[in-house]
């Protein structure tokens, strides 16, 4: 049987799928990327990491750039405002294998903004065009970008496109929103396919995309050659298998909880991996009706060991539930 053509090309790497989980600082972590990439996002982005850590303080932030190869096409994003310490830290990312590295345009948190970082630097574009003619100039894999529109009183989507682009990147996503807006409002869709029809290179549109049917709107819409999804993904993974989160089963939930603490705690320890997945079971749960003292059993602090039996008995009572 003859291998499938690939959907689209980022430099020489093949990606086979239009849609992926965006990068997310705090969620697109190990064990739910890869949670991610088993349910159908076509390729994995790590959580961001400053370029000062990576050449400073390696060791402390060398979890975040973890992957596994069943993830591949891997992505390791990196930030920064300084050219040659992105230089330098890029090349450090490089020796881990990934198959892309990408640049951070879109973080609108205050912590990165105020140092010129993320969306920051879309107020100097001169700066991302020495990041990238670096970077493009000394690196072995492709150097890609995610950037937001601009700011409210700085619109430099276009001229920062064009300097991507022209500065070697072989791909772009883009956030259709603005720092100001953060990310509230509505995406601007029709930014998103200004830049699909000025570039060569591929273009990953992102940006309110909730729904299966969201994601055909969004390619119809910009021309885009692939969709990234954020905050739509949390609380239903399986939009990656375009399923809507109405229409998953609470067996699928129930298994899905299972495997990401499983994942949890093989990644970060029983203690943190079950604490840190409090945030992830509230998401997973909570379109189902839920008493109040379910709740409080999620989040309340167990041993280790015991959550994952809270989460057999809360499933438990689901499909009770369902089965009414």
Not at 85 to 114: F, R, S, W, Y
Not at 116 to 127: I, S
Not at 135 to 158: E, F, H, N, Q
Request: glycine letters at 8%; a neutral charge; hydrophobic letters at 40%.
């Amino acid at each position: 049987m003859s291998q499938p053509s690939p959907t689209f090309l980022i430099g020489n790497i093949p990606v086979y799928g239009d849609v992926l989980l965006a990068p997310m600082d705090g969620y697109s972590d190990w064990p739910f990327r890869s949670l991610c990439r088993s349910l159908g996002s076509a390729m994995s982005y790590t959580e961001f990491v400053k370029s000062e850590d990576i050449v400073h303080l390696f060791r402390r932030v060398r979890a975040k750039m973890t992957y596994e190869e069943s993830e591949r096409p891997v992505t390791i994003q990196i930030y920064g405002d300084n050219p040659d310490v992105m230089l330098e830290a890029a090349l450090i990312v490089q020796d881990l294998g990934p198959d892309i590295i990408d640049i951070n345009m879109g973080c609108p948190a205050k912590t990165v903004v105020h140092r010129g970082c993320g969306v920051g630097l879309m107020r100097t574009p001169e700066k991302i065009g020495q990041i990238f003619a670096k970077l493009t100039a000394r690196l072995r894999i492709p150097v890609t970008g995610k950037m937001r529109l601009g700011w409210d009183d700085c619109i430099s989507y276009r001229e920062v496109a064009h300097i991507v682009e022209d500065n070697g990147a072989g791909l772009i996503a883009v956030h259709g929103r603005t720092k100001n807006q953060g990310y509230s409002g509505q995406a601007n869709w029709d930014a998103i396919a200004e830049i699909k029809a000025m570039v060569k290179i591929p273009v990953i549109g992102n940006g309110d995309v909730k729904l299966v049917a969201d994601i055909q709107r969004i390619k119809d819409h910009t021309g885009c050659d692939a969709v990234m999804i954020g905050r739509g993904a949390i609380a239903n993974p399986w939009i990656f298998s375009r399923i809507d989160r109405e229409n998953v089963s609470t067996k699928q939930v129930g298994e899905a909880m299972r495997q990401h603490l499983e994942k949890n705690v093989a990644f970060y320890g029983e203690e943190d991996g079950e604490r840190l997945f409090r945030k992830h079971a509230m998401h997973y749960l909570g379109l189902h009706s839920l008493d109040r003292e379910a709740r409080k059993n999620i989040l309340r602090k167990r041993p280790p060991g015991e959550y994952m039996d809270i989460l057999h008995a809360i499933e438990a009572q689901m499909q009770t539930a369902a089965q009414v």
